[in-house]
């Protein structure tokens, strides 16, 4: 089996790493997110942000006004579809009807428009701004013109438990699979983040933490773009159900590679 678990500096195991004799998770990080005040922004940066500013602004009417996102998609989809979710409608609308879905094309690396601890309530807004384009699923990726496969961007929802350390400069984060009651496979996202760290390549990260304060938007969860991580190794376990599952460690990228 290519997938071998490398050993780490302290030659313990990821799953022990940042814990106490009692078992509870330790924190050694003085905050979740930090911010990016050091990166050069430039005017077309700027420029960009007010796009996603107004894109985003439009997204959350649409939000609030179901009636003209039922008539724009209907005008726009011909009633086709109308079992999705109604923040992935809207975020369709917003691209197809007004053209303003921002950074569109997948890429690998920090987004224009976007810094470290901006925070978002849907997961369309993250398609918006071009994150995470993936509505669903945790990883997203792109194909090369080789037809090698790179992820782009994964989030932490925390739906299949994905972090053994909560903190800001790592994460093992728990692979994809269709199905959990079947051993998880080194295709698609999984093989995309393996390929990740063959080749050195950094993955956009994104987490769903608690936020009281969004209430009034009909959740208390918000996702906070947390940066640049790097893929530094990956294994197999037995999951929740006794099936094998992939697990992949990541590290914050250094301050240049961000």
Same mark, same amino acid.
């Given at each position: 089996?290519?997938?071998?678990?490398?050993?780490?500096?302290?030659?313990?195991?990821?799953?022990?790493?940042?814990?106490?004799?009692?078992?509870?998770?330790?924190?050694p990080?003085?905050?979740?997110?930090?911010?990016?005040?050091?990166?050069?922004?430039?005017?077309?940066?700027?420029?960009?942000?007010?796009?996603?500013?107004?894109?985003?602004?439009?997204?959350?009417?649409?939000?609030?006004?179901?009636?003209?996102?039922?008539?724009?998609?209907?005008?726009?989809?011909?009633?086709?579809?109308?079992?999705?979710?109604?923040?992935?409608?809207?975020?369709?609308?917003?691209?197809?009807?007004?053209?303003?879905?921002?950074?569109?094309?997948?890429?690998?690396g920090?987004?224009?428009?976007?810094?470290?601890?901006? !925070?978002?309530?849907?997961?369309?807004?993250?398609?918006?701004?071009?994150?995470? !384009?993936?509505?669903?699923?945790?990883?997203?990726?792109?194909?090369?013109?080789?037809?090698?496969?790179?992820?782009?961007?994964?989030?932490?929802?925390?739906?299949?438990?994905?972090?053994?350390?909560?903190?800001?400069?790592?994460?093992?984060?728990?692979?994809?699979?269709?199905n959990?009651?079947?051993?998880?496979?080194?295709?698609?996202?999984?093989?995309?983040?393996?390929?990740?760290?063959?080749?050195?390549?950094?993955?956009?990260?994104?987490?769903?933490?608690?936020d009281?304060?969004?209430?009034?938007?009909?959740?208390?969860y918000?996702?906070?773009?947390?940066?640049?991580?790097?893929?530094?190794?990956?294994w197999?376990?037995?999951?929740?159900f006794?099936?094998?599952?992939?697990?992949?460690?990541?590290?914050?990228?250094?301050?240049?590679?961000?």
């Open positions: 089996m290519a997938a071998l678990r490398q050993k780490l500096g302290n030659g313990k195991s990821s799953s022990k790493l940042n814990r106490a004799k009692d078992g509870k998770r330790v924190i990080c003085k905050g979740l997110f930090r911010d990016d005040k050091e990166k050069p922004f430039t005017a077309k940066w700027y420029e960009t942000r007010r796009n996603i500013k107004k894109a985003l602004s439009f997204y959350r009417e649409l939000l609030d006004n179901k009636q003209l996102l039922n008539k724009l998609w209907q005008e726009h989809e011909n009633g086709r579809n109308w079992g999705l979710k109604v923040h992935i409608r809207a975020a369709k609308v917003v691209v197809r009807t007004m053209g303003k879905w921002v950074n569109t094309s997948k890429q690998i920090p987004i224009s428009g976007t810094k470290i601890g901006d !925070h978002f309530y849907w997961r369309g807004e993250l398609s918006i701004v071009g994150l995470h !384009h993936e509505f669903q699923r945790g990883i997203d990726y792109m194909k090369l013109i080789n037809g090698k496969i790179l992820a782009t961007s994964i989030v932490d929802s925390g739906r299949y438990h994905n972090v053994d350390e909560f903190c800001s400069d790592k994460l093992a984060y728990c692979g994809e699979g269709d959990p009651n079947k051993d998880q496979k080194l295709v698609r996202g999984n093989l995309a983040l393996k390929n990740n760290m063959d080749d050195k390549m950094p993955v956009r990260v994104i987490r769903k933490v608690n009281d304060g969004s209430g009034d938007r009909g959740c208390n918000k996702f906070v773009y947390d940066g640049l991580f790097c893929v530094t190794e990956y197999k376990e037995k999951g929740k006794g099936k094998e599952i992939y697990k992949f460690l990541l590290r914050k990228c250094e301050e240049g590679d961000r």
